[in-house]
């Protein structure tokens, strides 16, 4: 028997920005699959509600699968794909698999022979790399900052380290309503002269996109809190 096919299918970053930021073949696929495993059931519900109004979403099956997912939950997600119906994963915002749990899935998915078809969408993470003015060439993403005092600083000055030594953007994020708190140690922890891009809001009508150096940083710092925000930073 055929498997069927993995859709990997990105959401929007910012709320209402679907018919701006989803490309046609998302809502040609999104149409056509009735099987969705995601990351969020209620905003998955919501997106597909919005890039599909006719579908009925009480006739979808939809299947969670978050960070805290066993092997063997993402591996029953699976079956109905080894018994030929296709799905689509939706993570919570932006790209599946691309930090976001839904890699596990795409692991298990290449092991079992399944095909994986990745759609274009947006990433905060690239979009952020492309409006940064920093290396494009060569970067590594981090994820979260730690939370710890002691940890947070030492994780700030190995992004510094990092930097130089391999010539890299570093990127990291942190949980929205701790960002002016990283923003601060940011400013006390990083050399002056080094460049930081913050990018928030990305695709919203909001959107701030600004690099300049920590010295200039200081003198007028936004206020991140609750925003959700990617960090970039290169010499």
């Known amino acids: 028997m055929t498997t069927g096919t993995l859709y990997l299918i990105p959401s929007v970053l910012?709320?209402?920005t679907a018919t701006?930021?989803?490309?046609?073949?998302?809502?040609?696929?999104?149409?056509?699959?009735?099987y969705f495993i995601v990351e969020n059931a209620r905003t998955a519900?919501?997106?597909?509600?919005?890039?599909?109004?006719a579908k009925v979403i009480e006739e979808l099956q939809i299947?969670?699968?978050?960070?805290?997912?066993?092997?063997?939950e993402v591996k029953k997600a699976l079956l109905p794909l080894q018994e030929g119906i296709s799905a689509g994963i939706i993570a919570e915002a932006g790209c599946p698999g691309v930090a976001d749990p839904g890699a596990e899935v795409v692991k298990f998915a290449h092991r079992q022979g399944i095909k994986v078809k990745p759609l274009v969408g947006p990433s905060a993470i690239l979009l952020s790399l492309m409006a940064s003015g920093f290396n494009g060439q060569s970067f590594a993403f981090h994820g979260y900052?730690?939370?710890e005092k002691k940890d947070r600083i030492a994780a700030i000055r190995n992004l510094e380290k990092e930097m130089l030594q391999k010539d890299q953007t570093q990127i990291f994020m942190e949980t929205?309503?701790?960002?002016?708190?990283?923003?601060?140690?940011l400013m006390q922890h990083l050399?002056?002269?080094y460049r930081l891009c913050i990018a928030a809001n990305i695709t919203a009508p909001n959107e701030f996109i600004r690099t300049d150096t920590?010295?200039?940083?200081?003198?007028?710092l936004p206020d991140l809190h609750k925003q959700p925000a990617v960090f970039l930073l290169y010499k």
């Open 14 to 16: 910012a709320e209402d």
């Open 20 to 34: 701006t930021v989803i490309p046609p073949e998302i809502i040609s696929a999104v149409a056509g699959l009735s």
């Open 45 to 53: 519900r919501r997106y597909i509600k919005t890039v599909s109004p």
């Open 63 to 72: 299947v969670v699968i978050d960070k805290d997912s066993s092997e063997a």
């Open 145 to 147: 900052i730690p939370i």
């Open 176 to 185: 929205p309503y701790r960002n002016n708190q990283l923003l601060q140690d």
């Open 191 to 193: 050399t002056p002269s």
């Open 214 to 220: 920590i010295a200039n940083w200081k003198k007028n």
